[in-house]
């Protein structure tokens, strides 16, 4: 038994439509570009919850849209107030078994404080976290 020939085209209709994706992205650049270098700000469109929309495009059916909105609060904000006593000891350098043994929490407690703090400010380190804070004044 003879094993079919693979033609040239193997693979290729997977890369036209990587092509076509990259194409499309290309355009929705092109004309986000042009709409941000038009001073005329006639094509944003204010929304009453403050959003506005930048940019509205319709392509192969796909409804594209980029909507520029209210900045998000601060992190002083969104850390609950045992959040922002934890990351205030972090930044002075305690562990994690002294921060519990100061508070009087368990040390699995502190962690999982401070995983809630890392995902709030978007971080992956004590480290990340205290600079994140000290850029914003709030340790």
Request: charged share 30%; hydrophobic share 40%; glycine share 6%.
């Amino acid at each position: 038994m003879v094993a079919p020939a693979i033609g040239n085209d193997w693979g290729q209709d997977e890369d036209r439509g990587q092509d076509k994706e990259q194409e499309l992205v290309n355009e929705l650049v092109r004309r986000l570009i042009a709409l941000v270098a038009v001073d005329d700000r006639s094509e944003v469109h204010s929304h009453p919850d403050s959003e506005q929309i930048i940019l509205d495009l319709n392509v192969d059916g796909v409804r594209y849209l980029l909507v520029r909105t209210a900045p998000l609060s601060s992190p002083r904000d969104t850390l609950t107030s045992r959040e922002r006593e934890i990351a205030g000891m972090v930044a002075k350098g305690y562990h994690n078994k002294t921060i519990a043994a100061a508070l009087k929490i368990s040390s699995w407690t502190v962690c999982t404080h401070l995983r809630r703090i890392f995902a709030k400010l978007g971080v992956t380190s004590r480290a990340a976290m205290v600079a994140r804070l000290l850029d914003e004044h709030k340790v």
